[in-house]
């Protein structure tokens, strides 16, 4: 069973784009939404994160909308650059467990 | 400063043959830990986490198992290894923060 489906599997835009992906979840126990950040070779690394309380959290470029109502979060990278890019992994959690998304690989286009 | 170290980073396996990864953290004391595994195209699957010494908290039924036997060091261990076992090795430790985990560099394991 899987408790957060993430879309797209991949992702190409532009620089200067913006890129946006998709996560729902299943559990409403949930507590804790975080995104991760992955390059290749490399753990993941906490990027953002967004309690159920909160409508929309901002960080710099990056920025989670979350919808309790529809189950849904999902990430916006403004300006999207090359460094930008990586796989990234949303996330769901409560107490002590933390479930992930598949992932979705971006690539910013120069 | 808090750290993860998780050895081996590479490894090459005959299948039925055992598997013992390791993983340490410094700096910081009674954290949680975990072990996630990264397949392609499956993303990271919690595999065990632990909330203490001797507390293992099995995700996934397998042959797979996992140890805390010290407040900081996990091992995740298999007596016989399948092909379905590769992939990328993941220990992480946390929260300071809920959802906030930290992650070690990996295991890359490689089953043939």
């Known amino acids: 069973q899987q408790q957060v489906k993430q879309s797209p599997q991949s992702l190409i835009v532009q620089k200067g784009g913006i890129s946006i992906i998709n996560c729902a979840y299943e559990n409403t126990a949930f507590d804790y939404f975080p995104w991760y950040q992955q390059f290749p070779g490399k753990g993941p690394a906490l990027l953002i994160a967004i309690r159920p309380d909160v409508s929309e959290k901002k960080e710099g470029r990056f920025t989670i909308s979350f919808n309790k109502s529809a189950k849904q979060f999902s990430l916006h990278i403004m300006d999207s650059q090359p460094g930008d890019s990586a796989t990234y992994f949303c996330?769901?959690?409560?107490?002590?467990?933390?479930?992930f998304g598949k992932g979705t690989r971006l690539h910013i286009l120069p | 400063s808090q750290t993860i170290h998780q050895w081996p980073a590479t490894l090459v396996q005959p299948v039925g043959s055992p598997l013992s990864l390791e993983c340490t953290v410094e700096g910081t004391s009674n954290p949680n830990l975990y072990w996630y595994r990264q397949a392609a195209g499956r993303g990271l699957q919690l595999l065990f986490y632990s909330v203490g010494i001797g507390q293992i908290s099995s995700e996934v039924p397998q042959n797979l198992s996992a140890s805390r036997p010290q407040d900081r060091q996990f091992i995740l261990s298999s007596k016989k290894l399948l092909l379905s076992d590769s992939g990328f090795y993941l220990c992480a430790w946390g929260p300071f923060v809920p959802g906030e985990l930290f992650f070690g560099e990996g295991s890359r394991l490689t089953v043939l």
């Open positions: 996330a769901a959690g409560r107490d002590d467990k933390i479930i």
